[in-house]
């Protein structure tokens, strides 16, 4: 039998996994489909930041206000996600400091609370900022977990009765004669095998894969993808998020998160045919480390882990197909009042603080053209991870690894398994990740790979990028599913995978790291290219 | 301090010079930061694992490779000559015919000389026993059946798995970050030894051969061949992730052979000066000897690779940090790397340049009393050719037999 769906969500980032969750919460029988892992596009390749919405105060004031709303709403819903560490807008001798007053005033008709605090004193709340400031404007700004987020989302839309399928790729939009989308083909890209899924609505939320989902549909949405890189430090030099106080440029923002902080990020127009395959510049990384020494001096004797890039879908207004007045804000596509393909609906354009708005929108459209009136309440229920109250935590031990998977995963820490020694051994010993933490994810949370394993527990993300918790990890995969050859091949690919970040900034510690870990798993191993396509 | 020869660098080069030399004569300091690659041995050394015939192999390296330097008529001798100085050292290899080793993760990789008691596959890829018991210690992350089984399964073997463990060994589990493989090897000596051996004489009941993580003798031999004798079947290791027991030990043994024989052996020390005088290395100073010139007629650098910190790249350029010698390598980082992980990576090439004594040069000039040895040396791949260990320890033959 044909299983039905009241809405098929494409796209297995945070807006589709906002979508899914809010359409789940709204009693739509929904299906998030994703063409890789969970966060493999832009949400997994951000800076993370909990924008206060001051930097976009000034130049756009509806993203500032929207911003500054679902940032007090995260704080709530997603507590486990966030951290709220406030923000710093400083002034530099070579920047004006008469924009100050400016930012200060947009700010405050934007609702974020801003307000300048002496040089001083901003040293002293935090002392790794560059001590030659002039100026410095304390504003809500935090740190978000994106990967964590998306997880809390997808785990409550499943709590909702939603279906998640991963690396499934869209490979056709299904319509009835009438032109009516009613459902999706798509392709497994393990198994190689073709399936339809059908539903009443299809909702767009694939970021900048949208673009071609669209054309599937036979619609054009005019976007233009906008490479930003970013460079990962190897420990937390800051503690606030620190950014400069003038008009939005390239690496001007220091995010703390977890146990890093990331400088970011450039912009840069790319062509569609390279969003797969973004790779970060020499050029690129030599301008992330100027502007970020400016912020935090500390950097230039800080060790860089990783250079990543992810691609924001920019959305040029329907009248302007050429891209000149691009929109940061919310695009909510009807694309059966837009262009006559009635069940099709585009949500993008936005930001990782706006998702849920986003949703909300998208759902809200949704429910109107189903004629379903159920209200939005995802601004008011909490995420699983967040909804306990400090009271009601599940007691967890003491030891740094209980309490870093209680970081990671809030009060569903208890549904982890910790009673034997072999439950609490370190799997991963930088990020302080157990044994039964990776067995929670393989059998929770959709872990097909050490890749996705990452970004469920941070194995492997770490100063020494999965040198020794890699094979860890693969060896209790290759338990779970029984199959050693697969999950060795996994390794293959998620030592390619950490190369790929590792390249653009292999000098230093960070080379000898590298060189260690291709001495272990190349040399010691026996592990390389041949082989693992022989045994495939 | 005056010596004969100074040896900046503990490792295998460096241990394998010091010894050549203290068994000539020679009056020889080692100076050591304490870090040795192996630490994270994969039980056996490589001669050119990449080539199923490695001498004929060679006759086709560029010039520039180290093995081209010492010349085939040398490289044959030495390596003949490798078993038994080893064995004279306490060290005892296999290595009479050609030969596979089983990795961690279950591949054959071939090899040159093995550490005894570690398992190995004949270059045919037969193995005299039918089923075999792989038992590992419960909760031992570090050492993963399932892939050893996938890949002797491939020579024939049958395989059942085993998990065992011991009230000594649960005590070390009781810590989340103590089941490694060194501190299991502390753990299985003595009583608790006897008591492991038990254990596994009683799982491995119907098979044939014994097949255990490397985690037993971290200090000596001894140990790994009284458990042999307390099991009735045959006991081969298979090695682990690093530490590496097997590698541990051969360095705790090397080290013990080069001060037995006479070696002076500064652990935990770094030079931190040179002093040259017209084309000379007269003497260095070290940061635990202070304003105390330590002098030599001959001087060594066996201070290793990027990861032991004999080569350091910075963003846009590569150098040797205790002297500032001359090396092989790019000044532009976009030349350093390829694209795959497993393709072959430029910056593995990179090291000192020599000439054919293997002398290098400071500002183009060779210095005529230092010799490098091991993988600070460039001009070769040790990963991709699979001959990291063959370079170290016949580079620091030769260079001992050039300088005595």
């Given at each position: ?20 969750r809010?359409?789940?919460m ?89 307000f ?5 004193e ?26 964590r ?44 095998q ?18 071609g ?23 937390r ?21 977890d ?31 100027r502007?970020?020494?400016?912020l ?18 920019l959305?040029?207004?329907d ?76 007691r ?11 970081g990671?995963h ?22 302080e ?30 100063t020494?990028q ?11 995969l ?25 390249r ?33 | ?38 630490h994270?041995f ?10 199923d ?34 064995k ?11 030969h ?43 050492f993963?059946?399932?892939f ?35 501190n299991?090897?502390k ?7 006897d008591?492991?051996?038990?254990e ?12 255990l ?5 971290i ?45 002076t052996?500064m ?45 350091v ?46 002398r290098?040069?400071?500002?183009g ?32 033959m ?7």
């Amino acid at each position: 039998m044909v299983q039905e769906y009241d809405v098929i969500v494409i796209g297995g980032g945070i807006t589709g996994a906002g979508v899914a969750r809010d359409a789940s919460m709204r009693g739509l029988k929904t299906l998030l489909v994703e063409r890789h892992d969970l966060t493999d596009g832009a949400t997994g390749r951000n800076h993370g930041l909990l924008h206060s919405g001051a930097r976009y105060a000034v130049t756009d004031s509806e993203s500032a206000s929207e911003c500054i709303r679902e940032n007090m709403i995260l704080r709530r819903i997603a507590s486990h996600c966030v951290e709220q560490t406030d923000g710093l807008f400083i002034t530099l001798p070579e920047d004006d400091l008469g924009y100050q007053a400016t930012f200060i005033e947009s700010c405050r008709k934007a609702g974020i609370n801003a307000f300048a605090i002496d040089p001083k004193e901003a040293i002293r709340l935090e002392p790794s900022v560059n001590k030659s400031l002039i100026g410095a404007v304390r504003v809500p700004d935090g740190a978000v977990d994106p990967f964590r987020l998306t997880i809390a989302n997808v785990v409550d839309a499943q709590l909702h009765g939603a279906d998640v399928l991963t690396y499934k790729q869209v490979t056709s939009i299904l319509k009835d004669d009438s032109g009516r989308v009613t459902g999706i083909g798509v392709t497994d890209l393990h198994t190689k095998q073709q399936t339809k899924y059908y539903s009443k609505i299809v909702i767009n939320a694939a970021g900048i894969w949208g673009h071609g989902i669209a054309q599937m549909a036979g619609a054009q949405v005019n976007m233009f993808p906008a490479k930003g890189a970013l460079l990962i430090f190897g420990h937390r030099v800051n503690n606030m998020v620190l950014n400069r106080c003038r008009k939005p440029a390239d690496a001007d923002i220091l995010v703390p998160g977890d146990t890093i902080c990331l400088i970011g990020t450039t912009s840069s127009r790319v062509p569609f045919e390279e969003v797969d395959n973004m790779n970060v510049t020499p050029q690129e990384v030599e301008v992330l480390m100027r502007e970020g020494e400016k912020l935090a001096p500390s950097l230039a004797s800080t060790r860089i882990l990783r250079a990543y890039a992810g691609v924001r879908p920019l959305v040029a207004a329907d009248n302007d197909p050429s891209g000149r007045s691009i929109s940061r804000g919310i695009v909510c596509l009807d694309h059966e009042t837009r262009d006559g393909i009635p069940g099709f609906i585009t949500i993008t354009g936005g930001k990782l603080m706006t998702y849920r708005l986003m949703a909300e929108w998208a759902v809200d459209l949704a429910c109107k053209k189903l004629g379903v009136d159920r209200k939005c309440e995802t601004a008011e229920v909490c995420l699983p991870g967040s909804s306990a109250t400090p009271q009601e935590q599940p007691r967890v031990g003491t030891t740094i690894g209980q309490r870093a998977a209680r970081g990671r995963h809030g009060e569903r820490t208890s549904q982890i398994s910790l009673s034997s020694d072999t439950d609490r051994s370190i799997v991963c010993e930088c990020e302080e990740v157990s044994v039964g933490e990776v067995n929670y994810a393989i059998e929770k949370l959709g872990v097909t790979g050490l890749v996705d394993m990452r970004r469920r527990t941070r194995v492997g993300m770490g100063t020494c990028q999965g040198e020794l918790c890699a094979c860890r990890a693969a060896g209790l995969l290759a338990k779970a599913d029984g199959c050693a050859r697969k999950a060795i091949s996994n390794v293959a690919d998620f030592l390619n995978e950490r190369w790929k970040g590792i390249r653009p900034i292999a000098w230093g510690e960070t080379l000898c790291e590298a060189q260690f870990t291709s001495w272990i798993y190349e040399g010691v191993c026996g592990l390389n290219d041949s082989q693992e396509k022989r045994i495939q | 301090m005056k010596f004969d020869t100074i040896i900046i660098g503990g490792g295998l080069a460096g241990l394998t010079a010091g010894i050549s030399l203290v068994n000539k004569g020679q009056k020889t300091l080692i100076v050591s930061s304490g870090q040795s690659a192996l630490h994270f041995f994969s039980g056996s050394f490589e001669l050119l694992s990449s080539s199923d015939n490695p001498f004929d192999a060679m006759k086709s390296l560029p010039v520039s490779h180290p093995y081209s330097k010492i010349g085939k008529d040398n490289i044959l001798r030495l390596a003949g000559s490798a078993v038994p100085f080893f064995k004279s050292a306490g060290v005892t290899l296999s290595g009479e015919s050609s030969h596979k080793r089983v990795t961690p993760m279950g591949f054959l990789k071939n090899a040159w000389l093995t550490s005894d008691g570690l398992l190995t596959v004949p270059a045919d890829g037969t193995l005299p026993w039918k089923k075999a018991a792989v038992v590992n210690i419960s909760g031992f992350l570090d050492f993963h059946s399932p892939f050893v089984c996938a890949g002797l399964e491939k020579c024939g073997l049958e395989c059942r798995e085993f998990a065992v463990t011991l009230p000594e060994l649960e005590k070390l589990r009781h810590n989340p970050t103590e089941m490694r493989s060194t501190n299991i090897a502390k753990t299985l000596t003595g009583e608790v030894l006897d008591k492991f051996a038990a254990e596994i004489e009683r799982v491995s009941a119907g098979c044939d051969v014994v097949i255990l993580p490397a985690v037993v003798g971290i200090q000596d031999e001894s140990e790994c061949k009284r458990l042999c004798s307390l099991v009735s079947r045959p006991v081969k290791m298979v090695a682990t992730f690093p530490p590496s027991v097997p590698g541990i030990r051969i360095q705790v043994q090397l080290k013990r052979q080069f001060c037995a024989a006479g070696g002076t052996f500064m652990l935990g020390d770094t030079v931190t000066e040179g002093v040259f005088e017209g084309g000379l290395l007269k003497g260095i100073y070290t940061r635990n000897h202070g304003d105390t010139l330590l002098t030599a007629d001959n001087f060594v650098i066996a201070s290793g690779s990027f990861f032991s910190h004999g080569l350091v790249a910075e963003r846009n350029r590569v150098y040797e940090p205790v002297f500032g010698l001359d090396v092989l390598a790019s000044d532009e980082r976009g030349e350093w790397f390829a694209t795959d992980i497993f393709e072959n990576q430029p910056y593995m090439s990179f090291g000192l340049s020599v000439d054919n004594e293997f002398r290098p040069s400071l500002g183009g000039v060779t210095i005529g009393n230092l010799r490098a040895v091991g993988s600070v040396l460039g001009g070769f791949n040790p990963l991709k050719e699979g001959c990291g260990a063959g370079v170290a320890i016949l580079t620091a033959m030769r260079v001992a037999e050039l300088i005595s």
